[in-house]
Nanobody
Framework: QVALVESGGGLAPAGGSLRLSCKAS????????MAWFRQAPGKERVFVAR????????LYDDSLKGRFTISRDKDKNTVDLQMRSLKPEDTAVYYC????????????????????WGQGTQVIVSS
């Protein structure tokens, strides 16, 4: 099991920026891809972005592409999410997740594809 710890959440004004970070430990050699999801109050957890661990290939939710950037540092075992031009609707708890079963790759936009999750970090964007 991969252990994941997120950091970097907080309060930001609309139009502002935040950078989230997720550090992975234990069994990082099992990671095939890392992703960020978010969950707004009363809503389902939804896909934000994904990056493959080895090749660094990225995928974004279409509605966020251009404002959010996912990156990873294999030496530090971290995956970051740079968020720009924040909007109040970006308010949510953001979770990082590790995909370790390559058989679930085709469903990697779905939370069910991921077995390992961080505790989440709150992002609040004020209008």
């Amino acid at each position: 099991q991969v252990a994941l710890v997120e950091s970097g959440g907080g309060l930001a004004p609309a139009g502002g920026s935040l950078r989230l970070s997720c550090k992975a430990s234990r069994r990082t050699e099992d990671i095939y891809a890392m992703a960020w999801f978010r969950q707004a109050p009363g809503k389902e957890r939804v896909f934000v972005a994904r990056i493959t661990w080895v090749g660094g290939v990225t995928l974004y939710d279409d509605s966020l592409k251009g404002r959010f950037t996912i990156s990873r540092d294999k030496d530090k075992n971290t995956v970051d999410l740079q968020m720009r031009s924040l909007k109040p609707e970006d308010t949510a708890v953001y979770y990082c997740a590790a995909l370790t079963d390559v058989g679930r790759w085709s469903t990697s936009r779905q939370p069910s594809a991921y077995d390992d999750w961080g505790q989440g970090t709150q992002v609040i964007v004020s209008s």
